[in-house]
């Protein structure tokens, strides 16, 4: 079974630019919730969707939104990005019928 | 809220040599606990987890026990590799029967390096 994909995996951006970041679960799970990984605040969570619904949000501003498709892939959106955007966003998904989440590799933003 | 405190790194071991890193959290109820393994340049992959007291997790020669009473998922290997280099997340989620709440919450990263 195909893992946890993330696209793109790099993305250079300028202050003010919005991005989508894309994340495709493994085939047959319907959770899938969003990480930002810095040096300076480690793993933070961001949100989750489960069919479609966002069911859990993390402490970040309103510029950071998500949604997810019927065919449970997901897309991040950052508008009006700031220097301190630059991380690593991980992706990670579920059965929903245990708690294990299984990350994918991450997509690289750096913002410039 | 809940939280996760785990051993300050970087460590760094001789091949063969034991490894323990200390992870300690509070949370209400009976959060289910995970050991993860970053490789550089990479994402997060799952090492190991436990989802009540007293449950070992094991997978690659690595180990570690929920303790309820000690509030602790210490990770241990008995002989580690140079392929072991890597950075180490221990993570919980809230009590698994509270169906929905999945959200990890992790500890800071151990940096660990294996030397020839």
């Known amino acids: 079974k195909a893992g946890v994909t993330q696209t793109p995996r790099y993305l250079i951006k300028t202050r003010g630019q919005q991005v989508t970041l894309s994340c495709s679960p493994i085939?047959?799970?319907?959770?899938v919730s969003w990480y930002q990984q810095t040096p300076g605040q480690g793993l933070q969570f961001l949100f989750e969707?489960?069919?479609?619904?966002?069911?859990n949000k993390g402490n970040f501003p309103g510029r950071f939104s998500g949604r997810q498709f019927s065919n449970s892939r997901s897309e991040m959106n950052v508008s009006t990005l700031e220097l301190g955007d630059s991380a690593l966003y991980l992706c990670?998904?579920?059965?929903?019928?245990?708690?294990?989440?299984?990350f994918g590799p991450g997509t690289r933003l750096l913002v410039l | 809220g809940d939280s996760v405190t785990q051993m300050e790194g970087p460590v760094t071991l001789s091949e063969e040599a034991c490894l323990t890193i200390?992870?300690?959290?509070?949370?209400?109820?009976?959060?289910?606990l995970f050991w993860y393994v970053q490789y550089p340049g990479e994402g997060l992959q799952l090492l190991l987890k436990?989802?009540?007291?007293?449950d070992k997790g094991s997978n690659k020669g690595f180990e570690a026990t929920y303790r309820k009473e000690t509030t602790s998922f210490h990770l241990e290997k008995g002989s580690v590799q140079v392929s072991d280099s890597a950075v180490y997340f221990c993570?919980?989620?809230?009590?698994?029967?509270?169906?929905?709440?999945?959200?990890?919450?992790f500890g800071t990263g151990t940096r660990l390096t294996i030397i020839p």
């Open positions: 990670a998904s579920s059965s929903g019928l245990d708690e294990t989440q299984y």
């Open positions: 085939s047959g799970h319907r959770s």
């Open positions: 969707y489960f069919s479609e619904t966002q069911r």
């Open positions: 200390n992870c300690t959290y509070t949370a209400t109820g009976y959060p289910s």
């Open positions: 436990a989802t009540k007291a007293d």
């Open positions: 993570a919980l989620t809230p009590n698994p029967s509270n169906f929905g709440n999945e959200k990890l919450t």
